[in-house]
T-cell receptor, first 115, second 114 residues
Framework: KAGVTQTPRYLIKTRGQQVTLSCSPISGHRSVSWYQQTPGQGLQFLFEYFSETQRNKGNFPGRFSGRQFSNSRSEMNVSTLELGDSALYLC??????????????FGEGSRLTVL | GENVEQHPSTLSVQEGDSAVIKCTYSDSASNYFPWYKQELGKGPQLIIDIRSNVGEKKDQRIAVTLNKTAKHFSLHITETQPEDSAVYFCAASYSGGGADGLTFGKGTHLIIQP
């Protein structure tokens, strides 16, 4: 059974640009969550989607957005990039809704560098 | 919102010895406490979790204890092996519809010395 797939794995952008990251969950999983990982702040929750609906959202500015498609694949977008957005963005899938109800299966992440 | 503190940030132990990582949480409503292991270049992987109606849970060499009154929980790894070297994260959340997802500690870099 294939794991969570994130693309691209690495990307470099400049300040002011925007970026779209993609996540394909494990087959059959309908919940997708996104986390930002940085050395200073650790792992921080961005948002969770279930059946194409955003269920929860973390404390991030509106520049961070996401969506989920009918096949459960998810994308997140960051507009007007800032240097502080440089991070590893992790996607996690789960078979049930709610990040506290069971195991999250994480992808290997997309490493974004903003210059 | 929830705040999770994790200690120590780095832990070095001799192979075969035990390792203990401790976490405290702030929100008494939190009722789910997972532990994730992250190896270099990979995403975190769940190794064990505990819910607030249980005080201790064990899975082979790994155990987790929870003290709800003191709001702290700990990960215990016995008979450590080289493959245990990784970064370990504790987390807390509330399964009653919380809006914050999992709140993670800052992580512990566990180093197993041969």
């Amino acid at each position: 059974k294939a794991g969570v797939t994130q693309t691209p794995r690495y990307l470099i952008k400049t300040r002011g640009q925007q970026v779209t990251l993609s996540c394909s969950p494990i087959s059959g999983h309908r919940s997708v969550s996104w986390y930002q990982q940085t050395p200073g702040q650790g792992l921080q929750f961005l948002f969770e989607y279930f059946s194409e609906t955003q269920r929860n959202k973390g404390n991030f500015p509106g520049r961070f957005s996401g969506r989920q498609f009918s096949n459960s694949r998810s994308e997140m977008n960051v507009s007007t990039l800032e240097l502080g957005d440089s991070a590893l963005y992790l996607c996690a899938s789960s078979s049930i809704a709610g990040t506290s109800t069971g195991e999250l299966f994480f992808g290997e992440g997309s490493r974004l560098t903003v210059l | 919102g929830e705040n999770v503190e994790q200690h120590p940030s780095t832990l070095s132990v001799q192979e075969g010895d035990s390792a203990v990582i401790k976490c405290t949480y702030s929100d008494s409503a939190s009722n789910y406490f997972p532990w994730y292991k992250q190896e270099l270049g990979k995403g975190p992987q769940l190794i064990i979790d505990i819910r607030s109606n249980v005080g201790e849970k064990k899975d082979q060499r790994i155990a987790v204890t929870l003290n709800k009154t003191a709001k702290h929980f700990s990960l215990h790894i016995t008979e450590t092996q080289p493959e245990d070297s990784a970064v370990y994260f504790c987390a807390a959340s509330y399964s009653g519809g919380g809006a914050d997802g999992l709140t993670f500690g800052k992580g512990t870099h566990l180093i197993i010395q041969p």
